[in-house]
């Protein structure tokens, strides 16, 4: 009898011991995707200065400069949308993802977000300077750089054309990356958090 | 007539000859590249160039320096160097001279137009002027609200007021304007260029041909690749392309309907000048096409000084030098961001 209770303790001590140590390993799998995701944008930043150098060395700083940057409001091109997923019975994990413009699984939604970004333009616009937007039936053009669900640039109109002369699309390639890697890399710390979280509940409840 | 200038050249193109001839000697050489592209840090090259012409600029700057000052000064440096040889010019030298710099002044107008439609401060914009390329009143051109009163209140004051005839309509300044107006504007400057050059006739018509040509072809050819996949029409395209060089007319009729990289090449390919270049890129590349293009306007320039008594080699001078301006940023940017291996992707030795 004696023996059957040790060894059903036994059993339940090696169960969870083998938990606990799953969520150590978890945590440093979390760290080590962590890492590597950080590693890769910096890696990627620093080719992106690198990219911008080259063009304003192959088109000439006029043409490459702080200046191509509008201070005029625009509805941000790029949004994140935050959701809590379900991570255990008392726990929620935010989730980070990423909203591009121009969707193309979502055609209405572009042209509701691009009336609306027209309005809020037309009301805080204060420059007597505008875009002559009457025969772009709705479609607003921005001087910004537009991507649709897969991170390729679309052929919307007006960006297009401005790419001629203005940015070199041969020698100047949209920064996408990085965007899709902040995300990823806030998901990756959401779930490292977590996992140590309950790590050190494991410890804590490992010295009680 | 040509063949004559000997004779007369000296009298009044002589001491300027000289002073440039002089200048390009200064021109820094491939063992002077090798030796910067070395450098571990900025300050690194600044001592390297304190041995060079570019030293008394350089020497008074604090540190830590930034590439932007290395690059302010070595063109501060062109500048003092150009205005010297414009105040002791004559006629026509002087107005060949002041055409050197009408490409500069087209870059600071769309600066400022656009810097302007981007909501900047004026006085950030001059700033970031060409100093080649500013003019008294250049300040007011923040005010206009279209293309028409630009040309009213500013430019019709300025040398490039001829070459606004074809820009010239009320519709609003914008990101696509405005890159159409600078294209058509510099398309207006080289035929105009051009055609001073012909009329000086001799051996200042014939380098200078070749060098603009080239100049033209180039400048259809990155028109060409820029526009595949905008909205840009065959017609609008054709427009924008200058009415002289190698590719002038039949290159450019074929160029305008182009729709990728490999078409370009396949049509560049048929003329012997640009086959070298093309043969250099892989298909579908178009990276190392600048470079190409650079290396061989360097040849094209350094060709210019084989020949005396021409105006010729004031023109590859600057541009030399601004390829010079060019390296230097280049290196300092991969020395500052630590990315020594990619130097060598674009510095183009001149010696």
């Given at each position: 009898m004696e023996r059957q209770e040790s060894s059903e303790n036994g059993?339940?001590?090696n169960e969870g011991i083998s938990v606990k140590e799953e969520n150590i390993l978890n945590f440093l799998d979390s760290v080590d995707g962590y890492l590597i995701l950080m590693d890769s944008l910096s890696s990627t930043l620093r080719q992106g200065w690198l990219e911008l150098a080259s063009a304003r060395h192959s088109m000439g700083a006029s043409r490459i400069n702080s200046t191509l940057f509008d201070h005029k409001l625009h509805p941000a091109s790029t949004t994140l949308q935050v959701n809590e997923q379900s991570a255990g019975p008392d726990r929620e994990l935010p989730h980070f993802t990423?909203?591009?413009?121009?969707?193309s699984n979502n055609p209405e939604k572009y042209f509701e977000e691009a009336k609306f970004g027209?309005?809020?333009?037309?009301k805080k616009s204060n420059s007597l300077r505008h875009r002559d937007i009457s025969h772009n039936s709705g479609n607003v053009c921005f001087p910004t750089f537009r991507f649709d669900c897969l991170g390729k640039m679309t052929r919307d109109?007006?960006?297009?054309?401005?790419?001629?002369?203005?940015?070199?699309m041969r020698v100047l390639k949209p920064v996408t990356n990085p965007l899709e890697m902040v995300v990823e890399i806030s998901n990756m710390r959401a779930s490292l958090l977590c996992a140590y979280d309950q790590v050190q509940k494991d410890m804590e409840?490992?010295?009680k | 007539m040509y063949g004559f200038e000997a004779m007369t050249f000296n009298i009044h193109g002589g001491y300027l000859e000289a002073i440039v001839r002089g200048c390009r000697s200064g021109l820094l050489t491939a063992s002077d590249y090798n030796n910067l592209c070395q450098c571990e840090t900025l300050e690194d090259i600044k001592m390297h160039l304190s041995a060079t012409e570019y030293g008394p600029y350089l020497q008074n700057e604090p540190s830590p320096l930034h590439t932007t000052t290395i690059v302010e000064k070595c063109t501060l440096k062109l500048v003092d160097e150009y205005k010297h040889m414009l105040t002791q010019a004559t006629e026509p030298l002087s107005t060949f001279l002041e055409f050197i710099t009408y490409g500069h002044m087209i870059d600071n107008v769309?600066?400022?137009v656009t810097g302007t439609l981007h909501e900047r401060d004026v006085q950030e914009l001059l700033e970031k002027c060409h100093p080649l390329g500013m003019f008294d009143s250049i300040a007011t051109l923040a005010v206009a609200q279209n293309m028409r009163e630009l040309y009213r209140l500013v430019l019709v004051d300025t040398p490039l007021a001829p070459y606004f005839?074809?820009?010239?309509?009320?519709?609003?300044l914008d990101d696509m304007n405005i890159e159409i107006m600078r294209n058509t504007l510099y398309k207006a400057y080289l035929e105009d260029f051009y055609r001073f050059c012909q009329k000086l006739g001799g051996a200042t018509a014939e380098i200078m041909s070749d060098i603009l040509a080239f100049e033209a072809d180039r400048r259809a050819v990155n028109i060409t690749i820029n526009s595949i996949g905008t909205e840009l029409t065959r017609d609008d395209r054709r427009k924008l392309y200058s009415n002289f060089g190698l590719l002038y007319p039949y290159g450019h009729e074929e160029l305008a309907v182009c729709e990728d990289i490999d078409q370009v090449r396949s049509v560049m390919e048929k003329y012997p000048p640009y086959q070298s270049i093309f043969s250099k890129l892989s298909y579908g590349e178009s990276q190392m096409l600048d470079k190409a293009f650079y290396e061989?306007?360097?040849k094209r320039l350094c060709l210019a000084f084989e020949q005396q008594f021409h105006y010729g080699v004031f023109f590859a001078y600057m541009r030399l030098r601004e390829q010079e301006i060019r390296n230097m940023m280049w290196i300092s940017e991969c020395v500052a961001q630590n990315q020594k291996s990619r130097v060598h992707d674009s510095v183009v030795f001149i010696f």
């Open positions: 059993r339940e001590s990423l909203c591009k413009w121009a969707s027209e309005d809020e333009l037309l109109q007006g960006f297009d054309l401005e790419a001629l002369g203005s940015i070199s409840t490992a010295t | 769309v600066l400022i005839s074809e820009c010239i309509t009320s519709e609003d061989e306007e360097v």
